[in-house]
């Protein structure tokens, strides 16, 4: 592995071997990564919320999921990837904090989780593995050459997914 492209909270980034891609802190942000097996044309986006459409200020479409996602695949098909092959992970989604309401606007992680597989499955894309939900942050490294996902969590042993 040359190099790891960092990848910025609401931001988005595409990727050949033998580069890879990371993103910090995910709490109660997505990380989408979506993966063509072929030709290993490899993105990620780090979402924070689940719909372009319920925000007036929505320029910035890497911090939601639903354009997100779009934009990757975009990109992807730029450097030889095929949207028919594109397999997805995903992780993070945590509910950070602990709320006695059930208000919907505090359960970010849950509805960027939903949002994510739902824009996924809505271009027949499948979700391979996830590591989401629960209580704590992650960071996350995406290897196009296997195809593995590391998930690093303070005090947890390295996951591969």
Known sequence: M???????MADLNVCLPPKGLTTLGLGSCVGIVL?????????????MLPDSTKIKNNSNIAKFADTAV?????DMV???????RLVSKLAGGAQMFSF????????????????SKEKLKSLGIRVLAEDT????GR????????????????G????KI
Do not use: C
């Open 78 to 84: 730029r450097l030889g990837a095929k949207q028919n």
């Open 133 to 136: 939900g629960l209580n704590y």
């Open 100 to 115: 006695s309401s059930t208000n919907d606007l505090m359960r970010v992680g849950e509805r960027n989780i939903t949002a």
């Open 70 to 74: 779009d934009k990757m695949i975009q």
């Open 35 to 47: 993966y063509d097996p072929i030709t290993k044309v490899s993105g990620l986006a780090h979402i």
């Open 2 to 8: 040359d190099e790891l492209i960092k990848v910025g």
């Open 156 to 159: 947890k042993p390295i996951k």
């Open 139 to 154: 960071t996350i490294e995406f290897y196009p050459e296997t195809g593995e996902l590391l998930i690093k969590t303070i």
